[in-house]
């Protein structure tokens, strides 16, 4: 299944894109999504990661399907 990634931020920065298309077994889950994208990339292991599938927070354990979109991105803080 093709799922499409989207980094914002800090997360375009440490990844050099802010779009990749990636293709995943059946049953993956966003938890197996951020764990594959952050080992090809190690840069998003030192932020704290928010994910967005469809534009809903989900946590890591929520499926991902066929054309799904997660955005994955930093914590943001202001005052």
Not at 37 to 47: A, C, D, F, M, S
Request: aromatic share 6%; glycine share 14%.
């Amino acid at each position: 299944m093709a799922v499409t990634l989207l980094f914002f931020g800090a997360t375009a920065d440490a990844v050099g894109k802010r779009e990749i298309k990636i293709e995943l077994g059946d049953g993956a889950t966003v938890g197996q999504v951020l764990g594959n994208i952050t080992q090809t990339h190690p840069g998003l292991g030192v932020h704290k990661l928010l994910i967005a599938l469809n534009e809903e927070y989900v946590s890591l354990d929520t499926s991902v399907k066929d054309g799904d979109t997660l955005a994955i991105f930093t914590a943001v803080s202001g005052g």
